[in-house]
């Protein structure tokens, strides 16, 4: 059975003080290991797709990398409107459609 | 629309009542998917539709829960003779689907926050 675990489940920053976000995984076969970022009342935000181990991708402060066993969600210098739940979610080369599972999210609050 | 619409946002219903939750996706977008985030959870797969094909319904609780989709578009996720377990945000997610879209993301909408009393 696929399972995602995100850690930590809650992040305290100062703005200015850089973080990462853990996203481990156990998965037969991935096929895509996705970002999302959620606001409160809101439905989640894509942010990123990474596809293998060694793939990066950047947007503006977050730069998300990948292994073969788990993801890191890297925030340089954040500030306030960084503050968010970060959630991970997982594609297995089987399921059906774009079917994901989703890890519990990591809560991500970045004060002034 | 420019997004994943769903309604109402806000449901309060008494423990027994039926309740329907609406999603219209995003034109074009042919794959349709349910999920739902209890406080405090991750997002938990309920049903999913692709075109005309069949739906997979792996993720449904029970049969106390049921959804369709009516001519590739909207969808209405239907839950019978609701428990207080059911509160619950319940999220509406679209995307291309079929050959060659298959890390096409999943786009959101705001969801429906279930309140059972």
């Known amino acids: 059975e696929d399972q995602v675990t995100q850690s930590p489940e809650a992040l305290r920053l100062q703005e200015g003080e850089s973080s990462s976000l853990n996203c481990s995984y156990t998965v037969s076969g991935l096929r895509g290991l996705f970002w999302y970022r959620q606001d409160p009342g809101k439905g989640p935000e894509f942010l990123f797709t990474l596809y293998s181990a060694g793939e990066e991708k950047e947007k503006e402060r977050l730069k998300a990398t990948l292994t073969k066993k788990e993801s890191f969600l890297h925030i340089t210098a954040p500030k306030p409107e960084d503050s968010a739940t970060y959630l991970c979610?997982?594609?297995?080369?089987?399921?059906?459609?774009?079917?994901?599972?989703f890890g519990g999210g990591t809560r991500v609050l970045v004060k002034p | 629309g420019a997004g994943v619409s769903q309604s109402p946002s806000n449901k309060v219903t008494e423990k027994g009542k039926d309740v329907e939750l609406r999603c219209d996706p995003i034109?074009?977008?042919?794959?349709l998917y349910w999920y739902r985030q209890s406080l405090g959870q991750g997002l938990e797969f309920l049903i999913y539709?692709?075109?005309?094909?069949?739906?997979?319904k792996s993720g449904l609780p029970s049969d106390r829960f049921s959804a369709e989709r009516t001519g590739g578009s909207v969808s209405t996720l239907t839950i019978q003779r609701t428990q207080q377990e059911d509160s619950a945000v319940y999220l509406c997610a679209s995307s291309l689907g079929g050959q060659g879209t298959y890390n096409s993301p999943l786009h959101f909408g705001n969801g429906t926050r279930l309140t059972v009393t």
């Open positions: 539709f692709q075109g005309n094909s069949a739906p997979d």
């Open positions: 979610a997982v594609r297995h080369i089987k399921a059906a459609g774009n079917k994901l599972t």
């Open positions: 034109s074009g977008h042919t794959a």
